[in-house]
């Protein structure tokens, strides 16, 4: 049995579908501070689209 905790950033990009645009509000309740999600910006990991609202880098929007 595995005890290695998986990173928040692996553990966002599993849960959520390609495609989906995540919102800061909701991603802060889920206990991603504003620095983290900056980290993930300046990163790459995730691309802002709007205020407040990202998406995984090199995803295309599902509408």
């Given at each position: 049995m595995s005890t290695v905790k998986p990173?928040?950033?692996n553990r966002l990009l599993k849960?959520?579908?390609s495609?989906?645009?995540?919102?800061?509000?909701?991603?802060?309740?889920q206990g991603y501070s504003p620095e983290l999600?900056?980290?993930y910006?300046?990163?790459?990991?995730l691309t802002t689209i709007?205020?407040?609202a990202m998406?995984?880098?090199?995803?295309?929007?599902?509408y």
């Amino acid at each position: 049995m595995s005890t290695v905790k998986p990173s928040k950033i692996n553990r966002l990009l599993k849960l959520q579908p390609s495609g989906v645009v995540l919102i800061s509000s909701w991603l802060v309740e889920q206990g991603y501070s504003p620095e983290l999600l900056r980290k993930y910006r300046n990163s790459n990991w995730l691309t802002t689209i709007g205020t407040g609202a990202m998406i995984r880098e090199n995803d295309q929007l599902v509408y």
